[in-house]
C-alpha cells in the first residue's frame, strides 16, 4: 500500500523525537500501532466481506444459469412428448418392404411352421 523505505522511516522517527520528545514518544507510538492495528483489521474485515458478496453473487449467477438450462431442457421434453417425430418419408417406405419381410422369417411364427426332425428312439 504505501512503500516506506528504512531511510524514509529513520527520518519520519527522527522528527517524531524532536517534536514529541522522548517523554511522549513510546506513548504516541504505542497509539500509532493502535491506530495502524485497527485499520488494518477494519481492511481484512472489509476485503473479507466483499470475497464472499462475490462469491455469493456467483454462486447465485450459477444457480440461475443451471435453472434456466433445467427449463429448457425440460420445455425440449415436454414439446417432444406432445410432437411425435415426423413419419418416414416414402423413399425409405421401399427399404422398409425387404426389411419387413427378413422380421417374418426370423420371428417365432414362422420357426413354428417350419418343418421339424424327430428324434426315435428304439425301446
Do not use: C, I, Y
Not at 450459477?62 to 431442457?73: F, G, I, N, P, V
Not at 413419419?87 to 427399404?95: E, F, G, L, Q, S
Not at 422380421?103 to 425301446?123: F, K, Y
Amino acid at each position: 500500500m504505501f512503500d516506506f523505505s528504512l531511510g524514509e522511516m529513520l527520518v519520519v522517527a527522527l522528527v517524531a523525537l524532536v517534536v514529541l520528545g522522548p517523554e511522549r514518544l513510546p506513548k504516541a507510538a504505542r497509539l500509532a500501532g493502535l491506530w495502524l492495528r485497527r485499520a488494518r483489521a477494519h481492511w481484512v474485515s472489509m476485503k473479507n466481506e466483499l470475497e464472499q458478496e462475490l462469491a455469493r453473487e456467483e454462486l447465485a449467477r450459477s444457480l440461475r444459469e443451471t435453472r434456466q438450462a433445467l427449463d429448457e431442457a425440460q420445455a425440449q421434453l415436454h414439446a417432444a412428448d406432445r410432437d411425435p417425430p415426423p413419419a418416414a418419408p416414402a423413399a425409405n417406405a421401399a427399404d422398409a418392404a425387404p426389411a419387413a419381410a427378413s422380421e417374418e422369417a426370423a420371428s417365432p411364427s414362422a420357426a413354428s411352421t417350419a418343418p421339424t426332425s424327430e428324434v426315435r428312439r428304439d425301446d
